[in-house]
């Protein structure tokens, strides 16, 4: 029992993450700097614990790359939510990383090894392109800019994944254990969060709003270590699946605490691809 909830940590650490953000608020930019910063402070304190036994040259420019791209796409995660909201934005931005996740597993990790892995896997993708688009459907309105800012936000989510799916794949590329990764990791998100938000207008990168979001950075480092504490208690299948339960607690969030406005229409279709989404990220897990 005691490693379920440690697996479920994970989920509610990043599921709670975009909703304390947004209550928080401030500029995306301010929001993605308080993420990073807490998110350094963390490994910081981390490092007094747990040490590498080695600073190789492949550990710390593979780590720096892997932050570098998370904070690419959780910069563009970020922006989504300004743009369609996050009770919409999360069931899209999880399903396209897990497609994109598995299609890198499958094509070039050669994950998939028996038919078994196929039936589930080509499933699970099927699931998650359906809950995707019933996630995304909005009643035809008259105003023309809510379907543009769909248009935009869907745009954002997919190039976010890109940078998500770089994040979880650059460490199984190097070979580079998590837990080493940690501190060099967390100086390359720190790093590209500045340079990508330095490209927006008036980034006001330090401002006061941006100290406090320090603590979703937090969040999102607890649940960082807790997922890799999960996947060497329960297995990756199972601490995987478990950790993508987020998107729930975050989409039902969005809507009870955000107060996100859907037509009774739109609610249904969300509340149906989200179910779908999960139900495809347990077959995937189930291939692991």
């Known amino acids: 029992m005691g490693n379920i909830l440690l697996a479920l940590v994970p989920a509610l650490m990043w599921g709670i993450n975009p ?3 947004q209550k928080i608020g401030g500029k995306a ?23 590498p036994a080695a600073w190789s040259a492949n550990l710390i420019i593979a780590s720096f790359l892997c932050g570098i791209s998370w904070s690419f796409g959780q910069f563009n995660q970020i922006k989504s939510f300004h743009i369609i909201g996050v009770s919409r934005a ?22 998939w090894t028996q038919a078994m892995h196929y039936v589930l ?11 995707v688009t019933f996630t995304a459907y909005q009643e035809k309105v008259e105003k023309i800019s809510n379907e543009v800012d ?9 190039v976010s994944s890109a940078g998500f799916v770089l994040y979880a794949v650059i460490p199984r590329l190097a070979d580079i254990n998590g837990w080493d990764a940690i501190f ?40 960082n270590i807790t997922l890799m504490l999960s ?22 969030g969005g809507l009870l605490i955000l107060h996100e406005i859907k ?26």
């Open 121 to 131: 896997g080509i499933s699970a993708l099927i699931l998650i392109i359906a809950g």
């Open 231 to 252: 996947n060497e208690a329960n297995g990756v299948a199972l601490g995987f699946t478990l950790s993508q339960m987020n998107v729930v607690v975050s989409t039902i």
């Open 19 to 21: 909703l304390v953000m």
């Open 184 to 223: 060099p990791q967390a100086i390359g998100m720190f790093i590209g969060s500045i340079l990508f938000c330095s490209f927006e207008k008036k980034p006001d990168i330090f401002g006061k709003k941006s100290f406090q979001n320090l603590l979703i950075g937090l969040f999102f480092a607890i649940g």
């Open 29 to 51: 930019t301010n929001q993605q700097m308080g993420m990073s910063m807490g998110t350094l402070i963390f490994s910081v304190a981390v490092l007094f614990f747990y040490q």
């Open 150 to 158: 769909m248009k935009k936000g869907m745009i954002t989510l997919i």
């Open 263 to 288: 037509t009774s229409k739109e609610l249904k279709y969300t509340l149906g691809g989200l179910i779908l989404v999960v139900a495809g990220g347990i077959l995937i897990g189930m291939t692991k």
């Open 90 to 111: 999360m069931p899209i931005s999880t399903g396209t990383q897990l497609i994109g996740t598995t299609l890198v597993g499958v094509l070039y990790f050669r994950e």
